[in-house]
Each structure stands twice: as C-alpha cells, then as structure tokens.
Nanobody, 119 residues
Framework: QVQVVESGGGLVQPGGSLRLSCAAS????????MSWYRQNPGKKRELVAR???????DYEDSVKGRFTISRDNAKNTVYLQMDSLKPEDTAVYYC?????????????WGQGTQVTVSS
C-alpha cells in the first residue's frame, strides 16, 4: 500500500503563484509515475500534469507554460509549481501515484487539496 499526501493548497489572487507538494511512501518511488489531477463539483477529474519515472513530462493544454511538475526522488516528493494562476484553475487538486508491480499497474490517490484563485 502506498500512502500519498498532498499539501500546499490555498487562496491566491489571479496572476499569483502556488506550489503544491505530494509525498508518497515506498522504497521504489523513483519508478512511480506521478501525476496531478484536478476536479470541480459535478465535473470529471482531469489530468493536469504527469512525470514518469524516467522524467517524461505531460501537461494539459490549458496549463502549458504556466505549471511545472518536478520530482525529488531523494525526498519521495513531487511538486506542482503553478504560476500565472487564473480563476478557472480553481479546483481540488489530487496527487496520483501509479505503481507497476509484475506487469500490473496500481493507482494510489491523496485526499486532495483545495486551490482557489479569486480576488
């Protein structure tokens, strides 16, 4: 079982910045694909950014150039740096760890952290 814990959400004005952190347990963290998703009430959870174990990156189109995902394997932590925030970025942000074990993949989720962009 992998424990996933997010932190760093809050209220920020449009144009501001926030950094989310996500710590995941396990001795093979460097092999995990780590992702950030977001969700608003009544809407589908959507992928925001992903970083693979080999450093591959993927971003949702609306955040390209504004958000940066990174990881620190020594700390078992992934980050989401969010700049130039917009009101439409408001959502609950969830961290996901995808773990490969014997040709199968398992998804582990954090509890979510609220990000509110408002003046």
């Amino acid at each position: 079982q992998v424990q996933v814990v997010e932190s760093g959400g809050g209220l920020v004005q449009p144009g501001g910045s926030l950094r989310l952190s996500c710590a995941a347990s396990g001795s093979t963290f460097s092999n995990y694909a780590m992702s950030w998703y977001r969700q608003n009430p009544g809407k589908k959870r959507e992928l925001v950014a992903r970083i693979t174990g080999t450093g591959g990156l993927d971003y949702e189109d609306s955040v390209k150039g504004r958000f940066t995902i990174s990881r620190d394997n020594a700390k078992n932590t992934v980050y989401l740096q969010m700049d130039s925030l917009k009101p439409e970025d408001t959502a609950v942000y969830y961290c996901n760890a995808r773990v490969g074990i014997l040709s199968k993949y398992y998804d582990y989720w954090g509890q979510g952290t609220q990000v509110t962009v408002s003046s």
